[in-house]
């Protein structure tokens, strides 16, 4: 199973700014994912995010909101701009498992917006 | 599209009891299935899946899960619980797209254990 490591691990942002949220791997991955948890519910997927192409959005979400970057095969960054209280959230990524289509997780960033 | 339903939200069980947390999925062709765990804090830990074969699945920490197809179900079992096992759990179902799998997650089961 691939470590995932992810920065900050929390923070309590003003309306308006934009905060950038790192995923780092111990391992080369091909898929990486963006997940957001909202208070008390489950995981909705953001965007699925390959090397070397434009991140896929899901329906709901787009790239003037949720830029994200996949420089190389262990790093993705996701920014949540111009924040409104709605943001706050668990925002976790996740990682494709070349061996049988396991997703792993890491420990997620707690986003609070005022 | 895929989706799941875990129709308990909430469920408490005395420490040393069985347990079992209700999954059912919708999807087209043969699913692939997941149990995951949070700990309060905590990122989601894998428990256990299914892709093929076999279908009773063994997982970590003393959990089993069975697909029914014809219940499109995925339940996940314990015979025993212990205190440390109240965690939120979640069932997924994937769908290999494209080369990838993108996972649609449950509302989750909070679990409370009694001591």
């Known amino acids: 199973s691939a470590v995932i490591s992810q920065k900050p691990s929390r923070d309590i942002c003003q309306r308006g700014t934009s905060l950038t949220i790192q995923c780092q791997v111990d391992?080369?991955?091909?898929?990486m994912f963006w997940y957001r948890q909202q208070p008390g519910q489950s995981l909705t997927l953001i965007a699925t995010?390959?090397?070397?192409?434009?991140?896929?959005?899901e329906s709901g979400f787009v790239i003037d909101k949720f830029p994200i970057s996949r420089p190389n095969l262990t790093f993705s960054t996701l920014t949540v701009s111009n924040m409104s209280p709605e943001d706050s959230s668990i925002y976790l990524c996740?990682?494709?498992?070349?061996?049988?289509?396991?997703?792993?997780f890491g420990p997620g960033t707690r986003l609070t917006v005022l | 599209a895929q989706s799941v339903t875990q129709p308990d939200i909430h469920i408490t069980v005395s420490e040393g009891a069985s347990l079992e947390l209700r999954c059912n999925y919708s999807?087209?062709?043969?699913?692939?299935l997941f149990w995951y765990v949070q700990s309060p804090g905590q990122g989601l830990q894998l428990l256990l899946k299914?892709?093929?074969?076999?279908?009773l699945v063994q997982g970590i920490k003393g959990f089993e899960a069975e697909f029914k197809r014809s219940q499109s179900s995925f339940n996940l079992r314990k015979p025993s619980v212990h205190w440390s096992d109240a965690a939120e759990y979640f069932c997924?179902?994937?769908?290999?797209?494209?080369?990838?799998?993108?996972?649609?997650f449950g509302t989750g089961t909070q679990l409370k254990v009694e001591l």
């Open positions: 996740s990682v494709l498992s070349g061996r049988a289509a396991e997703q792993f």
């Open positions: 391992s080369q991955v091909t898929m």
């Open positions: 995010a390959n090397q070397g192409s434009e991140a896929t959005y």
């Open positions: 999807y087209g062709a043969t699913p692939y």
């Open positions: 299914y892709f093929s074969g076999d279908t």
């Open positions: 997924a179902v994937g769908a290999n797209t494209g080369g990838g799998n993108k996972l649609t």
